[in-house]
């Protein structure tokens, strides 16, 4: 369960603008899927085609081997968590009960939705004493992680996340990916995370999707994309010298090791990044 596919996909508003064109991609089942590419390329327009809050014109999408035209909307929506960057936790509940939002509905037995809680706000770092607060009572960071506990509570096989961490400061944005990349090692889901954010891109994703005008550039690994690119366009993306400037150490780091593993000199290394 998990596994995700696109074949021949196009969504268009209209003649003129085409945001999806012809795009096809296999999403394995398990796999943690960054989605990267500039502003207004079709990201955001391909996750939420997965759960059906967004057509196609032509094409098909299927999920767990199924074509999502074929799904029941509600019981699709249900077997996916979406995590937005807005987070849209709900006010007048306590974080109980936001996280057990959809069991709740689904009328789960009430031990079970508690123990749920319990469990799921300790996975993404919080304290059990969190569950009987509020959203107003929680900083932005918090509120992010209760958004990812309430897409795990149904024990979904995959999670969607639009830019999720976008609208927190630089340290707890760090906090979430390093969170969610425990969560994904725990838990293996397959995960399809939107970002307009290269090093969040190659820190969290096992495979990178770059995306240019609504067509599929390059999919690979990081190191597929940094040092062996398949267009102008995802070299000139990467921007391969100065992108070491900014370039997370530990990552940096990580694409040596695996890099050197290969019986690959320094030397060749070097002359990859210079070219």
């Not at 959203?135 to 509570?153: D, T, W």
């Not at 969170?179 to 990178?208: P, R, W």
């Not at 398949?230 to 400037?245: C, P, R, T």
């Amino acid at each position: 369960m998990g596994f995700i596919e696109f074949e021949n996909v196009t969504k268009s508003y209209n003649s003129s603008e085409i945001v999806i064109d012809n795009l096809s991609l296999s999403i394995p089942e398990g796999e943690f899927v960054t989605i990267l590419g500039p502003s207004g390329c079709g990201k955001t327009t391909l996750l939420k085609m997965v759960n059906k809050l967004i057509d196609y014109n032509s094409g098909s999408i299927t999920v767990d081997y199924k074509d999502i035209q074929k799904w029941d909307t509600i019981r699709l929506r249900r077997s996916i968590g979406y995590v937005i960057q807005q987070i849209g936790l709900l006010p007048h509940l306590n974080v109980e009960d936001n996280i057990n939002y959809v069991l709740n509905i689904t009328k789960s037995d009430k031990k079970l939705r508690r123990g749920r809680a319990e469990e799921l706000i300790e996975l993404v770092g919080l304290s059990i004493d969190h569950l009987d607060r509020y959203p107003r009572e929680l900083s932005g960071g918090q509120k992010q992680r209760v958004g990812v506990a309430r897409a795990l509570a149904a024990d979904p096989k995959i999670i969607l996340m639009d830019e999720p961490f976008g609208a927190v400061d630089e340290i707890a944005r760090t906090a979430l990916q390093d969170e969610i990349l425990n969560i994904h090692n725990k838990l293996k889901k397959t995960i399809l995370f939107v970002t307009h954010d290269i090093q969040e891109a190659i820190k969290l994703g096992s495979t990178i999707v770059l995306i240019n005008k609504g067509k599929v550039e390059q999919v690979g690994t990081k190191e597929d994309l940094i040092f062996n690119p398949a267009s102008d366009f995802v070299k000139e993306f990467f921007g391969i010298k100065g992108f070491q400037a900014t370039l997370d150490k530990s990552i940096l780091r990580d694409l040596y090791k695996r890099i050197l593993t290969k019986e690959e000199s320094i030397e060749n290394l070097y002359h990859k990044l210079e070219s």
